[in-house]
């Protein structure tokens, strides 16, 4: 089989070695200089072309049709191509931006780990509302999701099948009902899909017609589950009317069953206690907090405790969570699991924390927990605060933790730095591995507090362009949410970030440039009405993209109007600009 273009940058086929030619190509965009052609080793019809300003396209059918094939490539300025005999990734392409590559069907599922349609502790009523973005530019997403309740079975009319055009969102409001039609139930979900997309989940109570509170649920990446994971910022009232109560979930996401053990430790690293447990293949299992200290016979407070959730003996990779919940405004925030055989990172950043008064009489506070995940070994950690404006207050402060023991910072804007009325990002640098958490709250914790959780970034998690989810406006200020957006450009050299508003059909809302000065930190409060929108959303989302391809870190804070609780959603890579990736550095 030969393939040629000719003198008009055509496409042409030959089966005879080169004696007769044919016109080929339906599909393919106007000749603009194609590059490169291969062939998969496997399947001599499947091939892949890359063009001059249209990214790849795929045939199945030995070139007589085309389609285009262009997920994860940021610029269509495409030269060579590359299969690899090892089939995984499945391709690389050569671009005007650097070197990509796609892989196979695994970064195509997402798992939510916690939904509910569910009567909770009198009054609460748990509803899971679910935001799903088709990053792909020009391709259909067809999504299956699977329900799977805290029996392991899939939940009543699981799974289900739909589709999202591209760029656009689809919203489920209380999926378990509406998507399930699954009532009273609890568990994970699942979403496999043949394009990348982002999940975003707020999970809440009482119902969205009345004031709320509740709690962001990120979707999870299979390689976010581990063997082995730890979950700090936790803590425990003996008194079930002031303090938090903790629940501690997680979901064996694998085809077989497992042992699962939770070891919980104070945060001076004294032992609490051990529960063991089992789950079946596709289980969820949670253990609330009035089960976890019966269990390890504990009836006193336990105001700040971490757990290491671990599945054995084969060591199946699992999701865990906690969700901490105010007792006296009932409150939560959602715990995500993080590897407790961490490795070193560059540095961990908290994208927000606060000292500072807010309007109406709000007064917003940070604690954070920084827990070292090495068993031997103390971790000198350096922490650096970069404030919105003025004074960063003391803002490089030193700090040791010791092996397997978590630091506790109450209001670490003031505590640590000394920097009351401020706002900003947190980096915190050591040669140990660390893990990061922090609840940002108001109005103080000797009060019914609102607030969220604000987790500890590894470098990874920033990117050149990058994705916010889940974002909503209502008809009226006394109704739904407002949203916050912020972005920290890390990098050591000045960016202009460009911001793009759309509403979940992709219809653009509004675009607007600034000018970020090397390490600033820059918060767009109300965005919405920043850009000059005043009609209802359903769904709507943010692009946020840097012009010297350097990561950035960029968050959205979704506050409910009537009850001021407030989700983080930190940003997400943009599937269809992400960080460039060189040959020769882990995946």
């Known amino acids: 089989m030969l393939y040629a273009r000719d003198e008009a940058g055509a496409l042409l086929k030959s089966t005879d070695r080169g004696i007769a030619w044919t016109g080929i190509g339906a599909g393919l965009p106007t000749p603009d200089g194609f590059g490169s052609l291969v062939a998969d080793?496997?399947?001599?019809?499947?091939?892949?072309?890359?063009?001059?300003?249209?990214?790849?396209?795929?045939?199945?059918?030995?070139?007589?049709?085309?389609?285009?094939?262009?997920?994860?490539?940021?610029?269509?300025?495409?030269?060579?191509?590359?299969?690899?005999?090892?089939?995984?990734?499945?391709?690389?392409?050569?671009?005007?931006?650097?070197?990509?590559?796609?892989?196979?069907?695994?970064?195509?599922?997402?798992?939510l780990p916690a939904v509910a349609s569910l009567r909770g502790v009198p009054p609460t009523f748990f509803h899971s509302d679910v935001w799903i973005f088709n990053g792909s530019a020009d391709s259909e997403a067809t999504i299956t999701a699977t329900y799977r309740c805290l029996s392991g079975t899939?939940?009543?009319?699981?799974?289900?099948?739909?589709?999202?055009?591209?760029?656009?969102?689809?919203?489920?409001r209380d999926i378990a009902v509406t998507l399930f039609n699954a009532p009273e139930t609890a568990g994970a979900v699942e979403f496999e899909s043949d394009r990348?997309?982002?999940?975003?989940?707020?999970?809440?109570?009482?119902?969205?017609?009345?004031?709320?509170?509740?709690?962001?649920?990120?979707?999870?990446?299979?390689?976010?589950?581990?063997?082995?994971?730890?979950?700090?910022?936790?803590?425990?009232?003996?008194?079930?009317?002031?303090?938090?109560?903790?629940?501690?979930?997680?979901?064996?996401?694998?085809?077989?069953?497992?042992?699962?053990?939770?070891?919980?430790?104070?945060?001076?690293?004294?032992?609490?206690g051990q529960i063991l447990s089992f789950a079946r293949p596709r289980q969820p299992l949670q253990l609330n907090d009035g089960e976890i200290f019966e269990r390890l016979g504990i009836a006193r407070e336990v105001p700040d405790f971490f757990c290491v959730v671990t599945a054995y003996p084969d060591e199946p990779p699992i999701h865990a969570y906690a969700a901490v919940i105010d007792n006296r405004s009932q409150d939560p925030i959602f715990v995500t699991g993080q590897d407790a055989a961490a490795m070193p990172e560059p540095s961990i950043t908290l994208p927000a924390a606060a000292s500072l008064h807010g309007a109406g009489g709000t007064f917003f506070h940070s604690d954070a927990r920084i827990w070292n995940a090495s068993p031997t070994t103390f971790a000198t950690v350096l922490a650096r605060y970069v404030c919105f404006t003025g004074s960063c207050g003391d803002a490089e402060q030193s700090f040791l933790v010791a092996p397997r023991h978590e630091m506790v910072f109450d209001d670490v804007v003031t505590s640590l730095f000394h920097a009351p009325e401020t706002g900003g990002a947190i980096e915190f640098v050591s040669a140990q591995p660390l893990v990061v958490s922090s609840r940002l709250y108001t109005p103080d914790r000797s009060a019914p507090t609102f607030g969220m959780f604000v987790p500890g970034l590894a470098p990874r998690r920033a990117s050149p362009a990058v994705v916010l989810n889940g974002l909503s406006h209502p008809a009226t200020s006394d109704s739904g949410s407002r949203v916050n957006v912020g972005v920290f450009n890390q990098a050591d050299v000045p960016q202009l970030v460009t911001?793009?508003?759309?509403?979940?059909?992709?219809?653009?809302?509004?675009?607007?440039?600034?000018?970020?000065?090397?390490?600033?930190?820059?918060?767009?409060?109300d965005v919405f009405p920043f850009f000059g929108v005043s009609g209802a959303l359903e769904s709507a989302y943010c692009l946020v993209e840097g012009n010297e391809n350097l990561p950035l870190f960029a968050y959205a804070a979704v506050i409910d109007n009537r009850s001021q609780d407030p989700i983080f959603i930190p940003a997400e890579d943009d599937p269809e600009h992400p960080p460039i990736v060189p040959l020769s550095a882990p995946k």
């Not at 892949?48 to 070139?63: L, M, N, Q």
């Not at 939940?155 to 656009?168: G, L, V, W």
């Not at 911001?499 to 675009?511: A, I, K, Q, T, V």
């Open 41 to 111: 080793p496997a399947d001599p019809n499947v091939l892949y072309i890359g063009t001059g300003g249209h990214g790849v396209f795929r045939s199945a059918d030995g070139g007589i049709t085309w389609s285009a094939f262009n997920e994860g490539i940021s610029r269509r300025f495409v030269g060579p191509l590359l299969i690899p005999p090892s089939g995984n990734p499945l391709l690389y392409a050569g671009t005007d931006a650097g070197l990509f590559d796609y892989r196979a069907r695994p970064e195509f599922q997402i798992t």
């Open 196 to 272: 990348l997309v982002v999940v975003t989940s707020r999970l809440y109570t009482p119902e969205a017609s009345q004031p709320t509170t509740g709690m962001y649920v990120p979707g999870r990446k299979p390689d976010e589950a581990s063997a082995s994971q730890v979950l700090t910022s936790l803590s425990h009232s003996a008194d079930a009317t002031t303090g938090f109560r903790t629940n501690v979930g997680f979901y064996n996401g694998t085809d077989s069953a497992t042992f699962v053990s939770l070891d919980f430790f104070e945060a001076s690293g004294a032992n609490l």
């Open 154 to 172: 899939p939940c009543s009319d699981a799974p289900q099948t739909f589709t999202i055009p591209a760029r656009q969102v689809k919203v489920f």
């Open 499 to 525: 911001y793009r508003l759309f509403d979940g059909s992709g219809n653009p809302l509004g675009e607007t440039v600034r000018l970020f000065a090397a390490r600033e930190i820059f918060q767009v409060n």
